[in-house]
């Protein structure tokens, strides 16, 4: 009888073995993005105008199923044209292009670059994010809201400053290590050099008004690493 306990007990602390690594837990997430960007500057005033090509990689600290901090690094394309009057050193008054009558000195401005963004985000989760149910009610699909601080950096008209990032996804744990999110973030900028025009029809840039603002979608792909020490898997069940 005791023996028939013994295997029986043996047996029971294999299958919890086999369980505990079936779930194993990870502290980090890298990837890669791709997407798309708009700007909401001097030439543009819609969402999703003159959109271009975005691309960037991303490292996500994973604090909980709830809770993750994201570092992200992108370039972003960004092409436009203005129609600005007066000389060509200065871009103080800006007109749309639709009098051709007028005999004022027209210039067209053009800017052509890229934005260079890195940026640390806090990521809530709606749901608990994981591959597995289990008792602790796993999804592995949720959204999630975002903020954070970053730096930008236009090659177009040679201006860094900070930025803050505001957005919102939904991420997809596609296998045990692998997650895949469609994220959205709509970063804010004090500076209006951006793009290379400043100070559109005489009115100077304050705070965050009239100034060059921009925003990123991207479709990530990204891969668990770091797993979580056992102890420590226990000490949070």
């Keep these: 009888m005791l023996r028939h306990i013994l295997t029986l007990l043996l047996l029971t602390g294999f299958s919890l073995c086999a369980a505990a690594q079936e779930e194993e837990h990870y502290t980090k997430e890298f990837g890669v993005a791709v997407g798309g960007n708009f700007m909401l500057n001097d030439v543009n005033a819609k969402p999703y105008g003159g959109t271009h090509f975005s691309g960037g990689l991303l490292l996500r600290f994973l604090l909980n199923p709830r809770m993750a901090i994201k570092v992200m690094g992108s370039y972003n394309i960004i092409k436009g044209d203005a129609i600005i009057k007066g000389d060509a050193g200065k871009t103080d008054n800006f007109y749309p292009a639709t009098d051709a009558t007028t005999t004022d000195a027209r210039l067209q401005k053009h800017f052509s670059g890229g934005i260079t963004d890195v940026s640390a ?14 008792y602790q009610g796993y999804r592995r699909f949720t959204p999630f809201i975002q903020m954070g601080l970053g730096l930008t950096y236009s090659d177009a008209g040679n201006a860094f400053t900070a930025n803050i990032p505001l957005g919102v996804g939904l991420k997809w744990k596609v296998g045990p290590r692998i997650n895949m999110a469609l994220d959205w973030t709509m970063h804010l900028t004090p500076s209006d050099a951006l793009d290379d025009i400043k100070h559109p029809k005489g009115v100077k840039a304050s705070g965050f008004r009239n100034t060059d603002h921009y925003g990123i979608t991207m479709l990530t792909l990204t891969y668990d690493f770091s797993k979580k020490c056992p102890a420590c898997q226990r000490a949070e069940r």
Excluded: R
């Design 121 to 134: 985000t806090y990521e809530l989760n709606f749901l608990p994010y994981g591959y597995k149910a289990g």
